[in-house]
């Protein structure tokens, strides 16, 4: 089986594409660099351009696609080019998609794109799912929401062609765990921006692959996360401590000490997966 991924040079397309290729998939890597060492066949490709898109969709005529590319930079590059790249290209890969009979396409949204972690509003309850979220303020979000949007109208258009939606945590490799222990240095004032959660890149990889391979229909959310939260803080003490008690009283009655907020129970239930990787493991 033939399976484009976009993005496959980056940070978690590499740990994507050695994945299913690691499975026996046929990986081609759509990117505008090419990794060194990655498995596999690449094709250069600028994803806001449509013809070049189509030309690589011609080129492979893949069974599956895995969509990761975008600009990941919330901050930090200007907020229209942020916007216009993650919504472009998405829509030029899912038309693509469906025009040449992809059988599966799984779409790379973002934690962002439940807005909790842009505005100053919480959550009606810890933990939350796939049904809760708030409008946002920012373009990097909003553009990964929008994925959703039109992933919601394409799946119509294209009803042979399920679509599976990944709302996929604070990427951490095996060598930026450090990148935790900073987080847990701040507390309780800093690190807090998504509920201290995170999620390894190699748990992601695994994400792509289940969704690839599981049976749903038309067009499925799902929130990937690590199991547990950042800290070595129990999250109750956290949340009174950062947000107030409000926050706390919001919390579940039996939620885990060290539990994320972010409920991963339908990607357990619709797709087989599950995070296995925890810092505390490291």
């Known amino acids: 089986m ?3 991924v976009t993005g496959g040079s980056g940070k978690a397309g590499a740990y994507v594409v050695r994945e299913l290729a690691a499975a026996g998939y046929q990986v081609t890597n759509l990117d505008q660099r090419r990794l060194e060492g990655l498995p596999g066949q690449f094709i250069k490709v600028d994803l806001t351009s449509s013809g070049e898109v189509y030309d690589a969709f011609a080129q492979v005529k893949p069974d ?3 969509h990761v590319a975008a600009n990941p930079a919330p901050s930090g590059d200007p907020r229209q080019t942020v916007f216009a790249n993650n ?3 998405t829509y030029h890969v899912l038309q693509a998609a469906g025009d040449f009979g992809v059988k599966r396409l799984v779409y790379a949204s973002s934690e962002m794109a439940t807005g909790w972690l842009t505005t100053d509003q919480l959550p009606a309850k810890f933990p939350f799912d796939e049904d809760d979220r708030v409008t946002t303020p920012n373009a990097y979000a909003l553009s990964k929401y ?5 992933a919601d109208s394409l799946s119509v258009r294209y009803p042979e062609m399920p679509i599976v ?3 996929i945590n604070n990427v951490i490799t095996p ?6 222990a900073d987080r847990r240095a701040s ?3 800093g ?3 998504n509920f201290w959660s995170y999620i390894d890149v190699r748990d992601v990889a695994t994400a792509f692959r289940c969704a690839i391979e599981a049976d749903t229909l038309a067009h499925e959310v799902f929130l990937i996360a690590a199991a547990d939260t950042c800290l070595e803080t129990p999250l109750h003490n956290a949340l009174q401590d950062h947000y107030g008690n409000e926050a706390l009283a919001r919390l579940a009655e039996g939620h885990g000490e060290y539990q994320s907020v972010f409920d991963c129970r339908k990607a357990e239930r619709l797709l087989g997966w599950k995070a296995v990787h925890s810092w505390r493991d490291q």
């Open 64 to 66: 599956f696609v895995c």
């Open 191 to 193: 690190g807090s921006s």
């Open 187 to 189: 507390y309780p004032h």
């Open 87 to 89: 919504t472009l290209s």
């Open 146 to 150: 929008l994925g959703e949007v039109i």
């Open 2 to 4: 033939k399976v484009i």
């Open 175 to 180: 060598e930026t765990y450090t990148w935790l």
């Open 165 to 167: 939606s990944l709302r």
